[in-house]
């Protein structure tokens, strides 16, 4: 019962996720003013959080920075609390 209720909750979890990520490609494909500001968070979030190599090809895509798209310096998380 417990190797059940694990998988059940890997599977839920797994669920979740890609349910979040669905959401915020939509925003990125549909909404130019959330295009930029996703695009400019998932730019600094994602070159710390992604480890292996073939992850990172897979959002390749979405770490270039076009000419078109301003750099934007957010703040790191320890001077937002400060």
Known sequence: MQA???KQE?????RRKVLIGALVLHKIEKDPNEARRLGD????ELPGFLTRDMD??????L????????EIQLPDAESATA
Do not use: G, N, V
Not at 63 to 70: T, W
């Open 10 to 14: 890997r599977a839920r979890d797994t």
């Open 63 to 70: 770490l270039e920075k076009s000419d078109s798209q301003p």
């Open 56 to 61: 990172k090809a897979l959002f390749a895509d």
């Open 41 to 44: 968070w998932l730019r600094h």
């Open 4 to 6: 059940r209720l694990s």
